[in-house]
DNA sequence: ACGGATTGCGCAAACGATTGCATTTATTTA
DNA sequence: TAAATAAATGCAATCGTTTGCGCAATCCGT
């Protein structure tokens, strides 16, 4: 039974002994449409579960109106960060009436520039992205908005490119939560980054440099190092733990990250947190599990989906000025658990 | 500058003084049209980088052709299980040259219906779907079907509906693990279970059951709860530990929920796995990040995601007959950590 | 040199909806 | 009673592509 073939607007008119434009008055309500006619009309179409073809209501008005489908381009699907975006991503698109296309990058850049490609040609009302690691080249960008597509970047924003984006306060949200380990105690604090080329590495280890200036401490090179996965942290924490003059705490890029360095301290026999202290940054899933719990920087990637969304669809609906970039900053909160003194 | 109108084919013919129709046939490489022509029109298109309107085609073929978007209804987005099946979906569809619109229901019954409706209405061209927890009804999963959308469930199926679905060895995989936890000396083991109306549920407790008589034990009721997060289960497992014959080990529903577990049992004083023995089911990011590690289920929920959209894609395509309910199981693997004594 | 086959192309009708304009009929006005 | 006005509907073009069919022009064989 492949009878999928929905009604139309013609299968009504025919039906009813009008014209399909009658019809299409009728439904929309128009007032140059008698009152019975119209109502009969209504109430056939109701009845007959009738619903225009999206399909054919975009052909007509694509000159004029985007569609309603906003295209995510993510560089991971498993991955808490990425996650929360996503959710965020959807519930405010839904609660606007939009849909998302959902394709990940892979961190590989030549799908970036295919997926980008296909969301065009798909017609995308607006494409909400973070850039795949491997990036460097930003024409399939570029192409995009001299297309009249607009760009919302979350994340991973495109330096090169002056568009709309919507990040965490990584300067601020560093900057307390270093803050916080000195006001506990703690004088000689790791610092755990990823590598620099990324904007939020910068600015977390610019955080990380301003908490101690405040606090009279200066930047100690040995105790600063690029690693930002647990696999590597636990390859290095040791070597930093057999210092002479040993860090007090650790300060680590993301959650993953410090979970490595948590479980190196604790089977090197040192206390957490009386001996060492340990910050995170995400406060994903992880936070939770570990023993003892940890304190970490929430990174809020739901709100932050949201915003982005916002964002675009002010870009879409032209609430918002298409020449001038959009840019947020989504503020992060510190949750202290049990890897930190206290005060 | 909204010069964002596309070039079309109409363009194209006016440009080089042909109609459209040739237009059309010549990039379609028809060899009713001249070669000089073909190559001609061929080659301007490539020049002006032409690429035909989705939408144009698609109402053109919607009579024969469904499109290539596949819908995802997904109860939650951040979600270990969850993302990972997206993951997959996204994989094989990707691959095949489909691309996904994702919605999650928030298991939520409403949202559900609104969705499967909003799908319909953009016309994927099939919808992989897992059942929002509150969902009892299935008009809204019918009326796709009648509408010709083919339906794939993954994860929660709807026992009701005889249609094509992809789980996971909940049977097997309980059966296992619960085996290895007899033979590495356990003998009293609790089971922390979801409610029995789901189907997973069902099957991971027959599995436990068996497992038992096939080992020569029997279940004992006071061993077997209802529990399937983390909260609950550090509410009711002191009590479980206080009991006279308190059980030597536990086995939960998902790794969530064995987290709880062994944050009670390590907290109580006992030794994590000489006194007692934990097994989870998921193995998602959790599962390394507790100390010990978890010792878990594998659910591979990236193979769920290809096998469902490869279903998806061969109902579509018709390499799979629409009639026969396509059912597959995806094996599952014990991962043995730290959480279970050793044989 | 003429009839039939072949080649190369355009016309026009679809797909399903919208909308300016023309047309018909009914009603009012002078 | 004729003319002007208003109310209700239909015609046909449009969005961008595809495709059956027909029309010319060229080719071939005899």
Redesign the pocket.
Known sequence: MDNS?????????REL????????????D?????????QAIQQYAREHN??????????????HNPTRAIGVIVPELVHYYFSSILDGIESEASDRGYHIIVAKSNESYEREVQICEAMLKNKVCGIIVSQAKDTEQYDHFLHLESAGVPLVFYDRICPALNASRVVVDDYMGTMNAVSYLIETGCKRIAFYGAPMNMVIAKNRFNGYRDALYKHGLTVDEGLVRICDNRADAERITPAMMQMENRPDAFFAVNDETAIGILSVVKRLGFNVPDDVSICGFTNGFRATVCDPMLTTVEQRGSQVGKEAADILIGLVEGTLPPDRAEKRIVKTRLVVRGTTRHP
Do not use: W
């Not at 128009?30 to 119209?38: D, L, T, V």
């Open positions: 073939r929905h009604m139309t607007m013609k299968d009504i008119a002994g009008v014209s399909v434009a009658t019809v299409s008055r009728a439904l929309s128009s007032p140059s449409i008698s009152r019975e006619r119209r009738y619903f225009p073809n999206v399909i054919a209501e975009q052909l007509r008005h694509s000159r």
